[in-house]
């Protein structure tokens, strides 16, 4: 949550000349309201359930860099839909630095506690095992989303376009 999936994922697509998609604003675009919405209607389940069968649509196109939302990964059929998929990318960064980005955010249901800071902490702490285990390659972002997007692709051996 908040290390830049969306953005880095988007600058590596275009470098390297693939489309991108991403989960969670395609399930916004398909049903027409904000994911705090669907989980305010539909609960975390409801969500997870439509994230799920988003995942093993895409999982099928090809030449895509596609950045999933932050807990597609803690189901085991997420994470083999996705392993089976492609190369897989966990892009990490520091509590703190996380904190700084999200603060503000009013659209990140699972932070509307009592506690965001405190509730953010346990949630990396819980997600960081999973993620790394689920991930081909555990990528420290860098300074700027250009840097981070290149050093994948320098990291893949990833012809990048012109």
């Given amino acids: 949550m908040g290390v830049g999936k969306t953005t880095v994922g988007n600058k590596l697509a275009r470098l390297i000349g693939f489309d991108f998609l991403d989960t969670d604003h395609e399930l916004e675009r398909r049903t027409g309201v904000t994911i705090a919405h669907i989980f305010e209607i539909e609960g975390e389940d409801g969500f997870r359930a439509r994230e799920t069968r988003l995942l093993e649509e895409v999982a099928k196109y090809h030449n895509h860099v596609i950045a999933t939302g932050g807990g597609s990964v803690l189901y085991d059929n997420n994470r ?3 392993r089976e998929s492609g190369t897989v990318m966990y892009l990490t960064a520091s509590v703190e630095f ?3 980005r999200v603060r503000h955010s009013t659209n990140r249901p699972l932070l509307h506690t009592e506690d965001p800071y405190a509730t953010l902490k346990e949630i990396h702490r819980q997600r960081d095992p999973i993620y790394r285990n689920a991930a081909d ?3 420290e972002i860098s300074p700027t989303s250009e840097m981070t997007a290149n050093r994948i692709a320098a990291g893949l051996n990833i012809q990048t376009s012109p």
């Fill in 80 to 82: 083999k839909t996705i």
């Fill in 98 to 100: 996380l904190w700084d």
């Fill in 137 to 139: 390659h555990v990528i």
